[in-house]
């Protein structure tokens, strides 16, 4: 299962870099970061498909999309001078919250037991 998380964060590192690499593109006027752009993020797409087999649905991408919100505008603050202010942190500030609630809102999936078809009878030896 933890095979599974490392996916997720390789995910979400993928996401943070691939749209980070996205504005020193627009602001470098060097095209190179946009190809570069578009592998990272295809790759964490790739990489967020195979964390969802075992990681619920929800949380992985509340995870992979708040988480790359929450980092993209940290490195954009000391990376591209782009502002923050405080309506921005209680923006991220709620973010993080709700990430939370959702992971430990949601529970494991339980084994469903098997039962037969309408009928359908299964002779007992």
Request: without cysteine; positive net charge.
């Amino acid at each position: 299962m933890m095979i599974y998380w490392i996916l997720l964060g390789l995910a979400i590192a993928a996401e943070i870099t691939g749209t980070l690499s996205m504005k020193w593109s627009s602001v470098s006027e060097n095209n190179a970061g946009y190809i570069f752009m578009l592998v990272m993020i295809a790759l964490s797409y790739i990489l967020l498909s195979f964390s969802v087999k075992k990681i619920a649905l929800g949380v992985a991408y509340a995870m992979w999309e708040g988480i790359g919100i929450l980092f993209i505008t940290l490195f954009s603050v000391l990376l591209f001078d782009e502002s923050i202010s405080p309506l921005k942190i209680l923006g991220l500030t709620t973010l993080v919250v709700g990430i939370a609630l959702i992971k430990s809102g949601t529970r494991a999936k339980k084994a469903r037991p098997v039962t037969p078809e309408k009928g359908e009878h299964h002779a007992v030896v």
